[in-house]
């Protein structure tokens, strides 16, 4: 008859029971550490990110405009105003087709530009992950790499501001959307930023007309006047 030494299996209880603890306090710093990560750190990395690909996104949208519109008149290639024999404003017009040009030249070179900026990384302190605002700004980089998920959306749109008597102030923005992928050292994410860019602006002497003419193109040029 096999026999067991009490102290023997006193001394392998404790074993087990110390093994149990420890197995169980791992398993609590490593779900601390995982829920400080999805709960702190993962929002914290997301909002940096968003925050300089708003800003990288709208450098580039703003140099890809200075580029192609640099020596040109884009008010009155974008924009017809018609007037009747006595000097008054009839008709506003879009011009479809060099809005859809400019749109499309736009969106290629800015996309060229997030690019090239995306393979070559955006550094970000790792400190400033923490949440920590003593930590921001400190510690070794984090090297963030993105990349742009199809094209970039551009839309125009116009605001008419009144500038004083009998003046109307024109101006034109563009809407720009751009998705991209966030390659970071834990996880992927997607984020769509958009900037708004004044492209031209021009005074319209004269009563504006109540009617605005877009060429049928739905939301690319929304003219709407300013009641305020």
Do not use: W
């Amino acid at each position: 008859m096999r026999k067991y030494n009490s102290s023997s299996l006193t001394k392998k209880q404790k074993r087990v029971r110390r093994f149990l603890i420890f197995l169980i306090i791992v398993v609590l710093i490593a779900t601390a550490i995982i829920l400080y990560f999805d709960r702190v750190i993962n929002p914290i990395i997301i909002s940096t990110s968003e925050t300089r690909i708003k800003m990288l996104t709208s450098r580039a949208v703003n140099s890809s405009i200075s580029e192609l519109l640099s020596d040109t008149n884009v008010y009155d290639e974008l924009i017809t105003i018609s007037t009747n024999d006595q000097g008054q404003i009839t008709l506003i017009q879009a011009n479809a087709v060099q809005i859809n040009n400019l749109s499309k030249s736009i969106s290629q070179t800015a996309l060229s530009r997030i690019e090239s900026i995306g393979e070559q990384g955006i550094s970000i302190p790792l400190g400033t992950f923490s949440g920590l605002p003593l930590l921001a700004g400190k510690g070794p980089d984090v090297i963030i790499k993105m990349s742009p998920i199809g094209t970039l959306d551009c839309v125009f749109k116009s605001e008419f501001v009144q500038a004083g008597i009998n003046q109307t102030l024109h101006r034109i923005y563009l809407d720009v959307s751009a998705s991209v992928n966030l390659i970071l050292p834990i996880f992927d994410n997607n984020v769509t930023t958009y900037t708004q860019v004044m492209i031209c602006e021009s005074v319209i002497v004269g009563d504006v007309p109540e009617f605005y003419f877009n060429n049928s193109m739905g939301s690319l040029l929304d003219l709407v006047p300013d009641n305020n």
